[in-house]
C-alpha cells in the first residue's frame, strides 16, 4: 500500500486526539479547529485504512476494534516522529539546551579538545559548555543533573552509585621536570631529591592521588610535608617552568609540553599508576542525541590517539 501523498501527520495528530478525548467537539477545541474539518480529516483516514475507526457508543464515540490496533501504531509513529523533531533541536545551538561536559584536568589538554573540534567541523551541534574540577565534584554535578557527561579516570567504586563508566583509554601517571633540570634522566627520586626542589602533587581529594602515593612508596619515599597540592594545568605548567619543580601528574596534562620539549620526563617506572580514563554517564537517564553523537567521537578520538 502506498501512503506517500495520502497519510500525513495532521490525520494521525487528529485521529489520537479524538481517541484520546472520546469527542470529535473536545479535540476540535483542543486542536484550535473546527468539527467539520475534524470530521472530514477522520473520514479521509477511514477512507484510506478501508475500516470504521470509530463506533457510536451512547451519546458519543468511541474505537472501534480496528481504530483499537491502528492506535496503537499511530501513537506511535507520532511518538517517533517527536522525538525526531526534539533530537534535531537539540542540535540547534539557536534552540536546543547546552550539552555541559565535566571533564578532569587529564583530558583538558588532550582528548576533549580534539573531540570539541571534530563535533564542531561535522555540522550543527548543541551549543558546548566544558567545565573542570574535581572527579568528586563532576561526579555529583552528574548525578544532579548539572552535567550531561564527565570525562576522566574511573572512579573509586564508592563514588560510581547511579553512574556508569565506559573506558576509552589507559594512561599513566609521570614524573616531570622543565628541560634542562639537575634531575633530568634521574631513575630513583631520593629524599634528599624532593627536599631539595619544590614539588608539585595532586590533593587528597584528587582521584590519581592513590597511584602517585603507591608510587612513591615504591621508592621508599613519602610525600614532603610542604608538598603543593594541585591538579591545576596552567598552574602547574608554569611553576614548574619558573620553579625547578618536580611534579607528579597525569600524562595528559603534559602531553604537549612533552612532545616539544619543553618538560622533560623522569624515566622512572610509573606502571603501577596505569589506569583507565572514559566516560561517564547517568544510570537513570537515556542519553539525548547530543551526547550520544559527542561520545561517538569520543570514542573516536581515543582509538585514533
Known amino acids: 500500500m502506498r501512503l506517500s501523498g495520502r497519510l500525513n ?148 567504586p564508592e563514588n560510581m552509585a547511579a553512574v556508569t563508566f565506559e573506558p576509552l583509554y589507559r594512561e599513566r601517571v609521570v614524573v616531570v621536570v622543565a628541560a634542562g633540570h639537575p634531575l633530568e634522566g634521574a631513575r630513583l627520586l631520593s629524599a634528599e631529591d624532593l627536599a631539595r626542589y619544590p614539588v608539585l602533587l595532586p590533593g587528597p581529594g584528587s582521584i590519581i592521588r592513590p597511584f602517585v602515593e603507591r608510587l612513591l612508596m615504591e621508592q621508599g619515599l613519602t610525600p614532603p610535608a610542604d608538598a603543593i597540592e594541585t591538579v591545576s594545568p596552567s598552574f602547574g605548567w608554569a611553576f614548574v617552568k619558573r620553579s625547578r619543580a618536580v611534579w607528579f601528574i597525569s600524562q595528559g596534562v603534559v602531553a604537549a609540553q612533552l612532545e616539544t620539549g619543553e618538560f622533560a620526563e623522569l624515566p622512572m617506572d610509573t606502571g603501577t599508576t596505569l589506569g583507565s580514563v572514559g566516560l561517564c554517564t547517568r544510570l537513570d537517564k537515556a542519553p539525548g542525541a547530543s551526547v550520544t553523537r559527542f561520545a561517538d567521537i569520543l570514542r573516536r578520538v581515543a582509538t585514533e590517539s
Request: proline share 7%.
Open 9 to 156: 501527520m495532521r490525520h494521525l495528530e487528529l485521529f489520537v486526539e479524538v481517541a484520546q478525548r472520546k469527542s470529535v467537539s473536545r479535540a476540535a477545541e483542543a486542536l484550535h479547529l473546527t468539527q467539520p474539518a475534524v470530521s472530514r480529516t477522520l473520514r479521509e483516514l477511514e477512507e484510506l485504512c478501508g475500516r470504521p475507526l470509530f463506533e457510536k457508543h451512547g451519546r458519543g464515540i468511541r474505537l472501534s476494534p480496528y481504530g483499537t490496533i491502528f492506535l496503537r501504531h499511530a501513537g506511535a509513529s507520532l511518538a517517533a516522529a517527536r522525538e525526531g523533531l526534539s533530537a534535531l533541536q537539540s542540535l540547534d545551538p539557536d534552540q536546543g539546551p547546552p550539552l555541559r561536559i565535566g571533564a578532569l584536568p587529564t583530558v583538558l589538554a588532550t582528548i576533549v579538545p580534539r573531540a570539541v573540534a571534530a563535533y564542531r567541523a561535522e555540522g550543527p551541534g548543541a551549543r558546548l559548555s566544558v567545565a573542570s574540577g574535581s572527579n568528586l565534584v563532576l561526579l555529583n554535578d552528574l548525578r544532579e543533573g548539572r552535567l550531561d557527561l564527565v570525562v576522566g579516570r574511573l572512579p573509586a
